[in-house]
Structure formats: C-alpha cells, structure tokens
C-alpha cells in the first residue's frame, strides 16, 4: 500500500509543479500571483509520505487496543502542527496586509480609495 501512494503522491505533485510551471490552470498568467506554490506543493508532498508512513503504526494500534499511546500521538501531532503553524505565521506572515509604496496598508488599498489607484497608474 505504501508504495502505491508514495507513487501516487510523487505523480500528483509533479503533474502539479508541471502545471504550475506551463502557466496551466486556466488562470491567464495566475501561476506567477500564487506565492509559495511550489514549496507548498511539496510541503503538502512530504506530509502526505509521512502519513502513509505512519498508517501501518496507527494500524497496529488499533488492534492491539493501545489507545493511551495513540492519544499521546495524536496529541503530540497537532501540538507540533499547531506550533509550526504560528511559528511560520509569526516569522512569515504580515497580518494580512501588503504594504505598499504609496502608503496604503490594506490588501484592497486601491479599491478602497480611487486615488491611490490613481497615484499607482501614472
């Protein structure tokens, strides 16, 4: 079973970068406003490997009826999750807002207020 997912894995994110890399996907030059695709294409990658890589573990669990230890897996997993999570938003993220050269600190800056949008067409 691991080795068909692997291979199943690996095939979809290569077609994915592939893709990514042609400008495919119908969105008319959207690949290059889509930042972090490709790492994220093979973050998503190694996540999907290590799981398949445990499932036989989280099996075995099952049928031995080990359920202290697979809480404590669980439990460890999505502690781990959550701290890669905010330790990358924190190192990474900006609050969701882009800043701009002329001033604006909103995503939609320019939308909001018609003369920025000006200012940025000159």
């Known amino acids: ?3 068909v997912g692997a291979g199943v894995t690996a095939a979809v994110c290569v077609l994915a970068l592939w893709r990514h890399a042609a ?20 973050l998503h990658g190694i996540a999907a490997l290590l799981e398949l890589l445990a499932e036989p ?3 075995l669990a099952s ?3 080990l359920f202290g230890a697979r ?3 669980e439990f460890s997993s999505t502690l781990v999750k959550s701290l890669v999570t905010l330790g990358l938003l924190l190192a990474y993220g900006n609050g ?5 050269t002329n001033g604006g ?5 320019s939308a909001s ?10």
């Open 23 to 42: 400008g495919g996907g119908g969105g008319g030059g959207a690949a290059e406003e889509v930042p972090y695709y490709r790492e994220a294409v093979i």
């Open 105 to 109: 600190s909103g995503i939609n800056s």
């Open 57 to 59: 573990f989280y099996i």
């Open 63 to 65: 049928v031995h009826l």
């Open 71 to 73: 809480v404590a897996v």
């Open 113 to 122: 207020n018609p003369s920025l949008h000006q200012q940025g067409q000159q």
């Open 1 to 3: 079973v691991v080795p």
């Open 96 to 100: 969701g807002s882009r800043s701009s």
